[in-house]
């Protein structure tokens, strides 16, 4: 079923003229650099600042995740070695295919700046987000299934992240409450 959606978005999807933006859209995710460069930023203004901490915060749970625990484990073969007929079109990638990263850090960050941002930042993050996932299938590096569980992971993420902070933020005003 995996390959069969691929087979069908390379058949039926993918145009030329599409290519070089499905090709620019995959590269902002290529080892999360556009999140890590917007999460940096805001850690700037005090009023974003642990924004971009939660958002840091959880692209390095989902990147453990990801890329350190289950890409390993399981081992996913990528698709353009197993599905007949799949073309790639960008560079072949050097780990393995399940889940895939650049679906857990965009949903990762995303999720943070969804839940912490005005909706006018959050909701075009969460689009973004999304573009990136189908991108990986666009350009047939991943599964939909793998795309599928990096998002699922990255969501995760951000929702520990958020409760960690959230935690931490609630013990150190105890923690200065008690000892006023």
Not at 48 to 57: E, F, H, Q
Not at 88 to 107: E, M, Y
Not at 109 to 133: E, H, T
Request: hydrophobic share 55%; aromatic share 12%; with cysteine.
């Amino acid at each position: 079923m995996d390959g069969n959606i691929l087979l069908f978005i390379q058949e039926h999807i993918r145009q030329d003229w599409m290519t070089p933006f499905w090709v620019f859209i995959t590269s902002l995710g290529n080892e999360g650099w556009f999140w890590l460069m917007v999460s940096a930023l805001l850690l700037f203004p005090k009023r974003t600042r642990k924004i971009g901490i939660t958002a840091l915060l959880a692209m390095a749970v989902g990147f453990l995740i990801t890329n350190l625990v289950l890409k390993n484990v399981v081992a996913r073969v990528r698709p353009y070695e197993t599905v007949e007929g799949l073309k790639l079109l960008i560079a072949r990638q050097r780990d393995f295919s399940f889940p895939s990263g650049h679906a857990c850090a965009s949903f990762a960050a995303a999720s943070v700046y969804f839940l912490r941002l005005p909706q006018k930042w959050g909701i075009p993050a969460v689009v973004l987000a999304a573009l990136i996932a189908f991108s990986r299938l666009y350009v047939g590096v991943h599964y939909p299934t793998d795309v599928l569980a990096g998002a699922a992971i990255g969501i995760l993420a951000a929702w520990a992240a958020l409760r960690l902070v959230e935690y931490i933020d609630r013990k150190i005003k105890s923690d200065t409450d008690y000892s006023a």
